[in-house]
């Protein structure tokens, strides 16, 4: 009888141990979903603020850019952009002073 009621035992200490090793691999998982989802979110929110300062920059740069284009400034406003970007206008010579290093 005691061999029996040992084995009982026996069998019960073993489906107990696999529950609890599935318990703690269960909270070891969530824990480290956690964390990672913790980083993420974190990453995410810093992303989010830079990417809203940058729209409102770029609201800012809109508003300005229209106003010129609305003013009277107009073509001097278009003229100096096309400069900065290398542009001449037609018949112009465009000379670079070599002299003068930098």
């Known amino acids: 009888m005691k061999a029996k009621s040992n084995k009982i035992k026996s069998k019960k200490n073993v489906v107990i141990g696999f529950v609890v090793a599935i318990i703690v ?26 990417l809203n300062t ?17 003013s009277d400034d107009k073509d001097e406003y278009i003229e100096q952009k096309a400069r900065e970007k290398g542009y001449v206008k037609d018949g112009e010579v465009v000379y670079y002073d070599i002299s003068s290093s930098k």
Request: glycine share 2%.
């Open 54 to 70: 940058k729209y409102q920059q770029q609201l800012d740069e809109n508003k300005k850019v229209k106003s010129i284009l609305n």
């Open 25 to 50: 691999a269960l909270v070891g998982y969530c824990s480290f979903c956690l964390i990672t989802n913790a980083a993420d979110i974190s990453r995410l929110k810093t992303e989010s603020q830079e």
